[in-house]
């Protein structure tokens, strides 16, 4: 099982960037798929593709602005994020695990190699 990202980079405050998740040796569309960011030791659950919480679910704290989407014949997921601020700014990971997972209950060893986002002026 292998997830390889690409995305991420430096942008100015109010900039867009979507992420991109690869998957490779397994089908996008049979596992929980979670989108998270890290700063230091602290984790944050952004976006949910088939977790327990719904076919998409987006975390209050990002949504209107952050949005995920799979493409299955690319056999890729997707996070947009739109207004972009400082605070943002974050290693970025994308994760599979078995469909119907907790975002906050992810224990899978299939993540990707993540990616930093870093937003400043």
């Known amino acids: 099982l292998q997830l390889v990202q690409s995305g991420g980079g430096l942008v100015q405050p109010g900039d867009s960037l979507r992420l991109s998740c690869r998957f490779s040796g397994f089908s996008v569309d049979y596992y929980a798929i979670g989108w998270f960011r890290q700063v230091g030791r602290r984790r944050e659950g952004l976006a949910c593709i088939?977790?327990?919480?719904?076919?998409?679910y987006i975390n209050p704290a990002v949504k209107g602005r952050f949005t995920a989407t799979r493409d299955s014949a690319q056999n890729t997921v997707y996070l947009q994020m739109d207004s972009l601020t400082p605070d943002d700014t974050a290693a970025y990971y994308c994760?599979?695990?078995?469909?119907?997972?907790?975002?906050?209950?992810?224990?899978?060893?299939?993540w990707g190699q993540g990616t930093q986002v870093t937003v400043s002026s």
């Open positions: 088939d977790c327990t919480e719904g076919q998409i």
């Open positions: 994760a599979a695990d078995f469909p119907g997972t907790p975002l906050d209950s992810f224990t899978t060893n299939s």
